[in-house]
Nanobody, 115 residues
Framework: QVQLVESGGGLVQAGGSLRLSCTAS????????MMWYRQAPGKERELVAS???????SYADSVKGRFTISRDNAKNTVYLQMNSLKLEDTAVYYC?????????WGQGTQVTVSS
């Protein structure tokens, strides 16, 4: 079955950086687009960044220029490099893919940005 395991979250001061990782198994990683979402307390889950099979990327306006999504097909891993973190980036971050028509989510990793 599809498994997505996020890691790399933590507590960081505003202006700092974190790199999230999501390691995938149970499907052909190189053939699927991968996404990072986040959900802040009391808010809906939102798409943060996506990367296609051909490594085209797209970002939410709120993170453009600060976050970078990348993938390593040899390691079945997608990354989210987060720089210049802001208080409003505090959320649980999830990776996501669709395989055989089913939307799959990881368990999430908490990112907390402090002032």
């Amino acid at each position: 079955q599809v498994q997505l395991v996020e890691s790399g979250g933590g507590l960081v001061q505003a202006g700092g950086s974190l790199r999230l990782s999501c390691t995938a198994s149970g499907f052909t990683f190189s053939s699927r687009a991968m996404m990072w979402y986040r959900q802040a307390p009391g808010k809906e889950r939102e798409l943060v960044a996506s990367i296609s099979v051909g490594e085209s990327t797209s970002y939410a306006d709120s993170v453009k220029g600060r976050f970078t999504i990348s993938r390593d097909n040899a390691k079945n891993t997608v990354y989210l490099q987060m720089n210049s973190l802001k208080l409003e980036d505090t959320a649980v971050y999830y990776c996501n893919t669709v395989w055989r028509g089913v939307v799959n989510w990881g368990q999430g990793t908490q990112v907390t940005v402090s002032s």
